[in-house]
């Protein structure tokens, strides 16, 4: 696929199809994910595969809110996908590097970085999973993992605290559901001159 159409058809998808993911093509995600840009080269990050169907039933009992009710129908489409990815950043990766003589920054102040480049990193090699499911014919949807919930979804799967989930991406089949269409079904793309702005704001 051309990449103009992988960036026009990315979009994220809610429902899957009961079909697995071909390991090598998820393998190709998570190679794509490493090329990401890290500021220092840091690579101040991690990925958690689940791939199997007992290990996606406890990412979502750990990663959901409780309910007394039926379950959402976001979340029974998600719940069809047969891979979760969790992108995990790595705050000290990059406080140790730019420690380095190379960088000269020794005293390790989080306060040295006007924004955390661990969790932008980490977002962008998210995005290369997203683009790559595009690209192999697959759909996937980035979501975030509730605050509350990280703490369950760390015990469950023995995640460090030095590693945060900056959220997760399903990956599977597509299907054709209008109802998983989400937000763009209802909001229109905001126009090229109400965000782009050249020279000046």
């Given at each position: ?17 009961d ?6 093509v ?131 799967f ?44």
């Open positions: 696929m051309e990449f103009p159409e992988v960036v026009r058809r990315r979009r994220m998808v809610r429902s899957y199809a079909e697995p993911v071909d390991p090598a998820l393998q190709r995600m998570l190679d794509h994910a490493q090329r990401a840009p890290s500021a220092g080269f840091s690579q101040g990050w991690a990925f958690l595969v689940l791939d199997q169907s007992g290990d996606v039933d406890r990412f979502w009992a750990a990663a959901s809110p409780p309910s007394d009710g039926p379950p959402s129908r976001w979340l029974t489409g998600m719940r069809t996908a047969p891979v979760v990815v969790v992108p995990l950043s790595h705050k000290a990766a990059y406080l140790e590097r730019y420690a380095e003589a190379d960088k000269g920054w020794t005293d390790r102040a989080e306060g040295r970085w006007p924004v955390p480049y661990w969790h932008i990193d980490t977002g962008m090699a998210a995005l290369l999973i997203l683009q790559t499911a595009v690209d192999e014919g697959l759909g996937a949807c980035f979501f975030g993992i509730p605050g509350e919930r990280v703490a369950p979804f760390r015990e469950e023995g995640v460090p605290d030095a590693y945060m989930p900056i959220g997760a991406i399903t990956v599977g089949h597509r299907t054709d559901d209008p109802g998983a269409a989400g937000s763009p079904a209802s909001r229109a793309r905001k126009p090229a001159e109400e965000v782009v702005h050249r020279g000046r704001w």
